[in-house]
């Protein structure tokens, strides 16, 4: 598929296919997927928690319960399920964590190259930590980038996916000790094929987005 196709193709699956299930090979791209997404000075505040057994998708589960409940089935009965999680705070030890990693991944080509990254880093981290107060936030927007380019990533591979932000995510930090790991949950993201009575399904639903005069000025 090229781009448009896969724009097209994609949606939000509502019902999945329990037959089947997304290979070793396709999992290991997923994986990728998260490990390579782009953040704001290559921050990285996020960590997952990726169920493919049926264990793991009940754990997760419990934070379909309740209100939630309408989400309980995209989480069981799909074949995987990502858990995005942000980091709640950074401070100098992470900051110089990430410099440390970066340069010895081959990024720095001298120690003051690395001291101008770390400074960034600091800058940036400390604008809005200090000035505009909205540091863990910010952490959040980071990941949130990271789960629009998943979305695309994995309809690339042919895999469908649901976003889910309704899930119980106070239930979901207790289950996984979270907060006590510096992180809390944010969104679900099932994974998986779509069953063939799924409604939304964009071969039976088209696809609905304000026209482009609304939504572009070009200069």
């Not at 030890?93 to 440390?100: G, K, L, S, V």
């Not at 770390?118 to 107060?133: E, N, R």
């Not at 106070?170 to 510096?182: H, N």
Request: net charge negative.
């Amino acid at each position: 598929m090229n781009l448009q196709e896969t724009l097209d193709w994609r949606y939000t699956t509502k019902e999945y296919d329990t037959t089947k299930k997304i290979s070793d090979a396709d999992m290991t791209e997923v994986k990728n997927l998260l490990r390579m997404s782009p953040s704001s000075v290559n921050l990285q505040p996020w960590h997952f928690i990726v169920a493919e057994t049926k264990e793991g998708k009940a754990r997760i589960a419990k934070g379909t319960q309740g209100f939630f409940s309408f989400n309980e089935s995209k989480v069981t009965n799909a074949s995987a399920v990502v858990l995005f999680c942000s980091k709640i705070d950074a401070d100098d030890e992470y900051y110089q964590h990430i410099a440390d990693t970066e340069d010895k991944n081959g990024r720095f080509p001298n120690e003051d190259i690395k001291k101008g990254f770390l400074g960034a880093v600091k800058a940036f981290a400390g604008i809005h930590k200090y000035d505009l107060k909205d540091l863990q936030h910010w952490m959040e927007k980071q990941v949130y980038l990271n789960i629009g380019s998943f979305l695309l990533g994995v309809a690339t591979l042919g895999i469908d996916a649901t976003p889910m932000e309704g899930i119980d995510v106070k239930v979901l930090d207790e289950e996984f000790g979270l907060r006590e790991k510096g992180y809390t949950s944010l969104v679900a993201v099932s994974l998986g094929y779509r069953a063939e009575s799924d409604f939304n399904s964009t071969e039976k639903t088209p696809k609905s987005r304000l026209a482009e005069n609304e939504i572009f000025t070009e200069i």
